[in-house]
């Protein structure tokens, strides 16, 4: 077993090389190649400064430095902002209650290209300064609640403000419009093979689409929205039995 600052340093290591876009495989190799060595430094007594030379921070930038870019991440950082924008404006298109608005761009803009990447890098930054601590998840679940709660204020305030409409799309339209956009994600998350992002759109669609099909038309009815709330509820458990089921079949690899 290693020390917990050799361990600290491995994470550290692990998210400097994800956030400049390495490869997981290279990742895990130089990983992998470190902990021999940090082992075979501790058994002698020797401490994380004989591998690094004196600078943790010095060191993973020249491993950076060595390490391929991986082109994937391009796709990956583009389909991450789509997903953002599709995760807010595609379930209201389906519902039939998609309006732009010079106050709807405002928010999604700031949610999209600030809020968000700032929840990112403070994420970063606690994981790679606190390590696998207490402190560290209640930060994060700080960090995380804080982005809940921009959101649930953002969308009252949008519901419950006049605003300057620049589009406005009748129902069916807008029902159309919001199918063909998700058909489209979905079908270049296969092509480039992210499946996880097909996932997040069917979650983000599926509560909408089928209380608009099998119950009310009115996304304003309490039949609507029951139907809408029970699809919701129902996924939410998919996905957290499928969380549950992959940590532990990481922590049966790991161990």
Known sequence: MLSNESEHFLLQL?????????????????????????????????????ITGGSVKSYIDSLSKEMPFDTSMIWFGFLMVVSC???????????????LS?????????L???????????????????????????????????LLVFCLIGE?????????ELVSL????????????????????????????IGVMLYTILPELIAKLF???????????TASGITMTILNVIAGTLFILYTRRQMKENS
């Open 215 to 225: 119950v009310s038309d009115d996304p304003k009815s309490e039949e609507y929205v």
């Open 112 to 146: 999209m290209f600030f809020i968000a990447p700032l929840e990112l890098w403070a994420m970063k930054k606690i994981i790679v300064k606190y390590g696998d601590k207490r402190k560290t998840y209640i930060l994060t679940g700080i960090v995380a609640i804080s």
């Open 156 to 164: 009252f305030l949008l519901r419950n403000i006049n605003q300057h």
């Open 14 to 50: 692990r998210m400097e090389l994800m956030s400049k876009g390495k490869k997981d495989k290279d990742i895990e190799a130089i990983e992998e190649e470190l902990r021999d060595h940090l082992y075979e430094a501790e058994s002698r007594g020797e401490s994380i400064d004989s």
């Open 102 to 110: 010079v106050e709807s761009i405002i928010y999604y803009g700031i």
């Open 170 to 197: 009748n129902n069916h339209v807008s029902f159309y419009l919001g199918i063909g956009i998700a058909a489209l994600f979905i079908l270049i998350c296969v092509l480039v093979k992210y499946w996880f992002f």
């Open 85 to 99: 924008i599709c995760f807010f404006t595609v379930p209201n298109m389906i519902a039939g209650t998609a309006d």
